[in-house]
T-cell receptor
């Protein structure tokens, strides 16, 4: 079974600085999808960024980008110019095949990011 | 607005009571699932469904029951509430490919006293 590991339970960053959240996963598949979700104090789960494994180019969404290292099975999230609104729990997720054309996401345990003014 | 609607947002139950958490989506998604979120434990899958009439257990199914009679609805039943079921519950849905991730409901904070 695929597993997703986020090795940093908590992290902090100074406002306007850059922070990188780590995620590693275990898989034998060659084509798959990876995701980062943000959960602010409001509790809502928000999709931040998505990466297709067969694409070599790292995904970016404004201040959020990923460093996707397929051979190392690593999928880290970089947040540039951190803002107070970036303070949240961040979850890494991997798309797992259930069979018969159905898939589900496997989540890491999350990293709580604090932003220091 | 299209999305996943979860009700209620908050609930307090007494030990032994039963209740149903409602989840409805209007995006014609085949896949629906229920998670519970506890501090330090991440999101743990309770039950899921790949289509109407089809359900299966996830990682932590004990004490919960589900059914999927329509594509839109996927209720979660707590049969006899226990303090260990105090948690935040999320419903999520996606097309069967899940290639764009899940759409989540806003969550239900359940406290069992």
């Amino acid at each position: 079974a695929q597993t997703v590991t986020q090795s940093q339970p908590e992290m902090s960053v100074q406002e306007a600085e850059t922070v990188t959240l780590s995620c590693t996963y275990d898989t034998s598949e060659s084509d798959y999808y990876l995701f980062w979700y943000k959960q602010p104090p409001s509790r809502q789960m928000i999709l931040v960024i998505r990466q297709e494994a067969y694409k070599q180019q790292n995904a970016t969404e404004n201040r959020f980008s990923v460093n996707f290292q397929k051979a190392a099975k690593s999928f880290s999230l970089k947040i540039s110019d951190s803002q107070l609104g970036d303070a949240a729990m961040y979850f890494c997720a991997y798309r797992t095949e259930l069979g018969a054309g159905s898939y589900q996401l496997t989540f890491g345990k999350g990293t709580k990011l604090s932003v220091i003014p | 607005n299209a999305g996943v609607t979860q009700t209620p947002k908050f609930q307090v139950l007494k030990t032994g009571q039963s209740m149903t958490l409602q989840c409805a989506q209007d995006m014609n998604h085949e896949y629906m699932s229920w998670y519970r979120q506890d501090p330090g434990m991440g999101l743990r899958l309770i039950h899921y469904s790949v289509g109407a009439g089809i359900t299966d257990q996830g990682e932590v199914p004990n004490g919960y029951n589900v059914s999927r009679s329509t594509t839109e609805d996927f209720p979660l039943r707590l049969l006899s509430a226990a303090p260990s079921q105090t948690s935040v519950y999320f419903c999520a849905s996606s097309p069967s490919t899940a290639s764009y991730g899940y759409t989540f409901g806003s969550g239900t904070r359940l406290t069992v006293v």
